[in-house]
């Protein structure tokens, strides 16, 4: 079997058994805490996919870590949709004006095309039982963290369609992953984030008081879960880029009384509908950033019916610090689409957002220069595109080089940045969702550095203190983490708030273009932990010094160093971490879960917090100043 033929999750199952990279774990598990902390163990190790065959109070099975390492993403989707992506930017390219010789080249690549779409069925296996009224107690929901709220499904495939409205152009449906906390049996949260599709067909519906049907299905092809997160077009569908992905169409069934046609190899779908106005609790959730999203209104989903297979298989994943598995599916997908960024984004070669910040904290570019300053032309550009314009900062450079290689790209920009005219941080932006950095929710700013032609300046790569220079008051220890980029241990930041702007002016740190201010030395022993530690915790307005800055022209020009204070902020929600109960219970019963043996090293997810934590952490409105 191979990747184009995966049409459900039934059929990646059996390839990944055959692989050896599904583990059945038979011994009894609790979705509550247990299951997530077993699953962080094993992708942590780069282990298999995992199915849970005895779930505690349910009758399904869950299945988990699907995606959790590049090998399974191949033996999901292939190179094949790689190809096919390449092939029409080509096409798009080659094709103008059209030529019968043109064509003829490109007749393979026609007949793929007409392989995608959708197609009708009088029957499938998702109308196999109809449950009304719905039970969603019984759906294995995981608990993830020991601060959540609740249970969540995470990997619920959110169907909308806009709602009749003469006075707009019509759009097609959309798919998209939105957490869902269950409440009861037949409620769950609706979590629509900024820029989310399925949350503008919801305004659309409220402003005209009207309910928005919602279908959610669990399962069916793992292409669903991809196009579900692809950054696509506002108006490009979903199930198309699915039906790319699995290289056939995608088979859809009718019931009399489901508002959408039903993916009909899906392994649940839950009917229902968001009503206007309505709003509830949601949260706290680990989310992954690596800490807790707060508590926060969202609209709530009502659950009119469950449509599932006999036999259904509850799919879920686990999110937190990363890396999991939203690491590699956003990777996949950067690989998958870069080939259209040069096609809608004329002067743009290459972009590369890093999944190790939760891809919306920072991404790099590589842009064409071929005028003055057109590079902050394709910076604006990149930022008002899609979900890209809520990358909180962005580095841009004129030069090829591997993107993905941070320390390199960083030391690059550094060396050829001119402090005052090359950075930019814009206040009042939008901001994701779930990033707490910013002034409040969905509010903060943006930062933009480029760093263009040819090397200015040499980097150090040692620190040495000036000649009758010592290190400031507060200061525990330097050490560099590439050249040019020097991360220094302060005090914390309660005791000392203003130790930033000390910082940027000091004499000892003469000679050093960055200077990032952290908890602790460790986030410089390399890329991961750098970037998760220094952009999780950073907001550009609100945590960037200079040694010295005036106004040019209405511009903000400054002086190097300039200094990044990544210091946890009292603001901030707490950093996602296993309960000390939970890790010694996995530990115990490790054999049991895998008693063939399982590569690995199987300590804690993180250092263990002790005692119960109260689920009911503070919300936003409760964090000193708001959300910071």
């Known amino acids: 079997m191979t990747a184009a033929a995966l049409s459900s999750l039934r059929d990646f199952l059996d390839l990944l058994r055959a692989e050896g990279e599904l583990e059945e774990v038979v011994a009894p598990v609790d979705p509550h805490l247990e299951v997530a902390e077993v699953h962080r163990r094993v992708i942590a190790a780069g282990g298999p996919a995992l199915l849970f065959l005895n779930v505690k109070g349910s009758p399904y099975p869950v299945v988990t870590n699907l995606f959790g390492t590049a090998r399974r993403i191949e033996l999901a989707f292939g190179r094949r949709p790689q190809e096919f992506v390449?092939?029409?930017?080509?096409?798009?390219?080659?094709?103008?004006?059209?030529?019968?010789?043109?064509?003829?080249?490109?007749?393979?690549?026609?007949?793929?095309?007409l392989r995608v779409g959708l197609t009708g069925r009088r029957r499938g296996p998702i109308l196999d039982v109809v449950e009304i009224p719905p039970r969603l107690d019984t759906i294995p929901a995981l608990t993830s963290w020991p601060a959540d709220g609740g249970p969540f499904i995470t990997l619920p495939l959110v169907y909308t369609e806009p709602p009749p409205d003469p006075g707009a152009a019509?759009?097609?449906h959309n798919l998209g992953i939105y957490r869902a906390q269950v409440y009861d049996s037949g409620t769950t949260g609706m979590h629509w984030q900024i820029q989310k599709g399925g949350g503008f067909h919801h305004r659309a519906a409220e402003r005209h008081g009207q309910a928005l049907p919602v279908t959610v299905f669990l399962?069916?092809?793992?292409?669903?879960?991809?196009?579900?997160?692809?950054?696509?077009?506002?108006?490009?569908?979903?199930?198309?880029?699915?039906?790319?992905?699995?290289?056939?169409?995608?088979?859809?069934?009718?019931?009399?009384?489901?508002?959408?046609?039903?993916?009909?190899?899906?392994?649940?779908?839950?009917?229902?509908?968001?009503?206007?106005?309505?709003r509830r609790a949601e949260g706290p959730f680990g989310d992954h950033y690596g800490y807790y999203s707060l508590t926060h209104d969202f609209p709530v989903f009502r659950v009119k019916r469950v449509y599932r297979r006999q036999d259904a298989i509850y799919p879920a994943t686990v999110v937190g610090k990363p890396r999991q598995e939203d690491f590699f599916i956003g990777d996949y997908l950067q690989e998958l689409l870069s080939p259209l960024f040069p096609l809608v984004m004329p002067g743009v070669r290459d972009i590369w957002s890093y999944g190790e910040t939760g891809f919306h904290s920072l991404a790099a570019a590589v842009v064409h220069e071929r005028y003055a300053r057109?590079?902050?032309?394709?910076?604006?550009?990149?930022?008002?595109?899609?979900?890209?314009?809520?990358?909180?900062?962005?580095?841009?450079?004129?030069?090829?080089?591997?993107?993905?290689?941070?320390?390199?790209t960083l030391e690059h920009v550094l060396a050829r940045a001119v402090w005052e005219r090359d950075l930019f941080v814009f206040d009042h932006t939008a901001m994701d969702t779930l990033d707490y950095t910013g002034t409040a929710l969905n509010r903060g700013s943006k930062g933009v550095l480029l760093g263009l032609g040819e090397a200015r300046r040499d980097l150090p790569r040692e620190f040495r203190l000036p000649e009758g220079a010592s290190l400031p008051r507060g200061v525990a220890g330097v050490r560099p983490f590439c050249a040019g980029c020097l991360v220094v241990q302060g005090s914390a930041y309660g005791e000392a708030p203003d130790q930033g702007p000390d910082l940027a002016g000091h004499p000892a740190f003469a000679g050093w273009p960055l200077l990032v201010l952290a908890d602790d030395l460790e986030i410089a022993a390399g890329s991961e932990r750098f970037l998760w530690a220094t952009f999780t915790r950073f907001e550009p307005a609100g945590d960037l010094y200079a040694a010295g800055q005036r106004v040019e022209?209405?511009?903000?020009?400054?002086?190097?160093?300039?200094?990044?204070?990544?210091?946890?902020?009292?603001?901030?929600?707490?950093?996602?971490?296993?309960?000390?109960?939970?890790?010694?219970?996995?530990?115990?019963?490790?054999?049991?879960?895998?008693?063939?043996?399982?590569?690995?090293d199987p300590r804690p997810s993180g250092e263990p917090e002790d005692g119960e934590v109260d689920a009911a952490a503070p919300s936003a409105a409760a964090t000193p100043g708001g959300i910071r």
Request: aromatic letters at 6%.
């Open 86 to 113: 390449r092939q029409a930017v080509r096409a798009a390219q080659d094709l103008l004006p059209p030529t019968p010789a043109k064509l003829w080249g490109y007749r393979e690549f026609a007949r793929q095309g």
């Open 170 to 172: 019509a759009h097609g």
């Open 219 to 278: 399962g069916g092809p793992p292409a669903l879960i991809l196009a579900a997160v692809a950054p696509l077009p506002e108006n490009v569908p979903e199930l198309l880029l699915a039906s790319l992905l699995v290289g056939a169409r995608l088979p859809r069934v009718r019931h009399p009384d489901s508002p959408h046609p039903l993916l009909a190899e899906a392994e649940f779908a839950l009917s229902g509908e968001v009503m206007p106005g309505e």
């Open 374 to 408: 057109e590079a902050l032309v394709s910076a604006f550009r990149i930022l008002g595109e899609g979900q890209l314009s809520l990358t909180k900062f962005l580095i841009v450079t004129d030069t090829p080089r591997d993107l993905r290689d941070f320390a390199g």
């Open 553 to 600: 022209r209405h511009h903000l020009a400054y002086r190097s160093p300039i200094v990044i204070d990544a210091r946890v902020k009292p603001s901030y929600p707490r950093e996602v971490r296993p309960l000390r109960a939970t890790a010694d219970l996995v530990d115990r019963r490790w054999r049991e879960y895998f008693p063939g043996g399982m590569d690995g």
